[in-house]
């Protein structure tokens, strides 16, 4: 017993940053628009894991190493976190009374979080019916007043930032630059634990607020001296909502992948930007494309994430096949190349994609013969 009180009372020991657990304004405040007066409001985001992926690394061969940077393991799920807490810290510093959103799911929930974390109010504006579930959930979970819309994401967008006109409210979509400001600190994280930034780096794109955060941080890092290379950014569209790829709007997007529902990107200028700068892509990949790199995924690597998350998977295994991507600068992979997955979303956030699983689990009687017969059947 004495024992053991003495070792609970021995100072830890420390070997990671101090900062860390403590958010990402905490870790990364000299990059941050924030000062000594910004009330921080956090719940802990960032630090997510970069996972080594030897399954993926061996798919892509010679000598390349791909990794996956978890943004499932954020506070609500998502990458939004690390916007979410300099807008709405921003917010409360300029007196906001109240946050509003449009979303296809993800930025509401973590809106509703961050606002209950401030004490403030929180409208979501959202396409009905299009929601997958677990966000949903979580709006409700976290107290923000759910408006669901006739119409889809952009429509959402558009009344928000008409809404936004109004004092009354803090608009916390990607149109604020707070929002890219924070979620520029995954591209620090990346360079932090890999020495350099990677070759190249694949994302899904949606309203393309997540590239252009990356390339900027991925950029001033850079120019901080944190780095000394860039890499080439890799954007992936869902085929049926996939405007930057086409060069026009989709008026009726249509994806399984329902965070990237989206038909006219509200970033789309500096996602091109981003492409072109970083000599990269942006691309396309089909529903069937994407279900299948989310199984291949969770069943290879024990990383579940949402549909929209394996898109730059399911684009991964096309950088493969140089036949099938003619768009790509490359016709190879290069050699040796480091190459970095962001997974936006946990898997839990859409458990409807994998309901025809769960209303074909029929139950056997309760016994050992019946158990294993079950066993062998599948
Ligand atoms: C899991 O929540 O637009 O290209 O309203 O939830 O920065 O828009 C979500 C987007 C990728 C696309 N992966 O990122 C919203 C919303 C997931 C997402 C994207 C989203 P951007």
Redesign the pocket.
Known sequence: MRDLFDRMNEPAEVNVAPDRGRGVIARYRTFLPVSESTPIVSLGEGGTPLIFSPRLSAIVGRGCEVYLKYEGLNPTG???DRGMTVAVSKAIERGAAALI????????ASAAAYAARAGIRCVVVLPAGKIASGKLVQAFAYGAKVVAIDGN?DDALRIVRELGQRDDFAIV??INPDRIAG?KTAAFEIVDELGDAPELHL???????????YWAGYREYRDAGKSRTLPAMLGFQAAGAAPIFHGRVVEQPETIAS??R?GN?A?WEAAKEAVRDSHGVVDIVTDTEILEAQYWLATHEGVFV?P??AAPIAGLFKCCEPARAPAYPFTKIPEASRIVCTV??HGL?DPDVMADRLTTLNAVAPNEQEVLRAIEES
């Not at 959103?101 to 509401?108: I, K, L």
């Not at 994302?203 to 955060?213: F, S, V, Y």
């Open positions: 998502s990458f939004k959103c449009a979303s296809t799911g993800n930025t509401s994401f979509n990607s979620q994302l899904p794109l949606g309203n393309a607020g997540n590239i252009t955060a965070a990237i989206i990107p970033s949402e929209a998350s936006t979303g956030k």
